[in-house]
């Protein structure tokens, strides 16, 4: 379960909303994403323009090829060839891979997947982990401001993991809130989805049953999970239309245990819901309280809880859409060389 839930309740949810016609489009958006702690601190430092300011990328899709470009760097998928171009525009190089040999990567992937969860659950002795609840909301404030000439409205969506039969704050957990600017349906930006479904259902075939088959059998182990995704598919429709301008953070909560160890040796104790890699403990960690403000002067503004510490923001903002592209905006450039 753990982190995991969040994605894939998430991936759900976007992907089911996608309905598509195959027409051409273009689009542009720019994302930026924020890291808190240290990580944050090391990005600041050494990523550059593209951390302090986001990525711009461009996507077109005509007829069977969508090519995505951010930066220096491209990818080309070609459905009818059944191929994937990753381009270099610095180095005018591109490298090619057939679906065939991205599927046999894949499959190599699961098996070492599976032998790492063999291996640790050896390590742990077949001790059960913990169950874990999801909790799923959407607000509808009734705010609304116009975000790059769309006229939209606040959709505040909430996926909290916690653990079962504990609230939040008691047993502690992960929560992500994304603050979404929607506007009317965008047809050219459902058409962007849609090709991304076909693209996984032609790369990955019976596969593709085969996931939704493990994860409905998933839902069928955890009664809590289940439930969730009804709430889900009732809450779904205040999200109809297209998000124009989307802001998520992501915060790791501490149970009361925690807060007080942590307060008591300075140490960051093990959240909840852990993070890959032991992020909640590396890179969790608050920053410092600032000094009490002097006599006279405002008092700062609220904290947040302690209990509670951000450990990533993302920006997306949709910047442009075109309802045309053509077969040159999907091909790669004259001259460029194979590796």
Sequence with gaps: ??????????????????????????????????????????????GGKSVKEGLVSTVAISGDRMLTVTGQTGELVDLAQEKVYDID???????????????????????????????????????????????????????????????????????????????????????????????????????????????MKKLFGNDTETMARDFAQAMAMYPQMQAAMERMKKEAVKLEGTAVLATMKVETVMSPEQAQAKAESGDKPKMGIALPGGLGGMFGKKKKTEEAPKEGLPAAPAETPKNRATFMTSTTELLEVQTTASAADVEIPAGFKQK
């Excluded at 599976?114 to 390590?123: C, I």
């Excluded at 050219?188 to 991304?196: L, P």
């Design 89 to 199: 525009f610095k180095g005018k190089s591109y490298e090619v891979k057939t679906f065939a040999e991205m599927r046999k990567e894949w499959e190599a992937a699961k098996a070492k997947m599976k032998e790492q969860a063999s291996a640790a659950k050896e390590e742990k002795g077949e001790q059960p982990e913990a169950q874990y609840e999801i909790d799923f909301t959407i607000d509808k404030p009734g705010q609304r401001k116009t975000v790059n000439g769309y006229d939209c409205e606040l959709a505040v969506m909430t996926i909290a993991a916690r653990q079962k039969g504990k609230k939040l704050e008691d047993g502690g957990g992960i929560v992500m809130t994304t603050d979404m600017w929607m506007t009317p349906k965008i047809p050219a930006m459902q058409e962007q989805v849609a090709f991304i479904q076909r693209y």
């Design 1 to 46: 379960m753990r982190r995991s839930l969040l994605v894939g309740v998430t991936l759900c949810l976007v992907l089911g909303l996608a309905v598509g016609l195959g027409a051409d489009m273009k689009s542009r958006q720019k994302t930026q994403v924020k890291f808190e702690g240290m990580l944050g601190k090391m990005m600041g430092m050494f």
